[in-house]
């Protein structure tokens, strides 16, 4: 089976300017989720969706940062505006259902100048 | 919340020897605990994961051990071979929807 698809795999943004990331989950996967990897860190969980729902978002700063899931399958995470602390590695994984293994795709490598 | 330690962040050993990786945990009612391998610049991959009604899991090399009482659990890879190099990291998982906990890593060089 198609892994779990990310892109872009890199971004070069000025701080202040917007950003957005898209993920395709595994087929059949309803539990998608968004990560942020600081560098030698393990991922950091920013949302969790069931189906088109987000049932986790507590660690999304909503100032800046926003998600949608709108037909349960593709989801986007945007950053308006960037900052330079949100350098790092966002990777989005999907499971068949929250209690299932997680299957990561290959993350989006963001730095902000 | 729950917290995952890991040690050590960093270990080399000789090739063929046997590598361990140690995890504890905080919260007891945690019952899901995955291993992910990340190569560099690549995504961390799920290489064997240990539920906690099983105190040890076997995969060819690797293997995963569990102590609830002592919250802590281990990944050991036997027979290292120079591809086993990458950062290990583990995780905890609660019950119901509670988010996967990561550790900081491990990276492991197996040496030639």
């Known amino acids: 089976e198609a892994g779990v698809v990310q892109s872009p795999r890199y971004k070069i943004i000025e701080k202040k300017q917007p950003v957005a990331f898209w993920c395709n989950p595994i087929?059949?996967?309803?539990?998608l989720y968004w990560y942020r990897q600081n560098l030698g860190q393990g991922p950091e969980l920013l949302i969790r969706?069931?189906?088109?729902?987000?049932?986790?978002d507590s660690q999304l700063p909503k100032d800046r940062f926003s998600a949608e899931r709108l037909k349960g399958v593709d989801s986007t995470l945007k950053i308006q505006p960037a900052e330079l602390g949100d350098s790092a590695v966002y990777l989005c994984?999907?499971?068949?259902?929250?209690?299932?293994?997680?299957?990561f795709g290959d993350g989006t490598r963001l730095s902000i100048l | 919340g729950e917290n995952v330690e890991q040690h050590p962040s960093t270990l080399s050993v000789q090739e063929g020897d046997s590598a361990v990786i140690k995890c504890t945990y905080s919260?007891?009612?945690?019952?899901?605990f995955p291993w992910y391998k990340q190569e560099l610049g690549k995504r961390p991959q799920l290489i064997i994961d240990?539920?906690?009604?099983?105190g040890e899991k076997k995969d060819q090399r690797i293997a995963v051990t569990l102590n609830k009482t002592a919250k802590h659990f281990s990944l050991h890879i036997t027979e290292t071979q120079p591809e086993d190099s990458a950062v290990y990291f583990c995780?905890?998982?609660?019950?119901?929807?509670?988010?996967?906990?990561f550790g900081k890593g491990t990276r492991l060089s197996v040496i030639a």
């Open positions: 969706y069931e189906n088109e729902e987000a049932v986790d």
């Open positions: 919260d007891s009612a945690s019952n899901y």
């Open positions: 995780a905890a998982r609660g019950l119901g929807n509670t988010p996967l906990v």
């Open positions: 994984a999907s499971s068949r259902a929250s209690n299932q293994p997680q299957h």
């Open positions: 087929s059949g996967h309803n539990t």
């Open positions: 240990i539920r906690s009604n099983v």
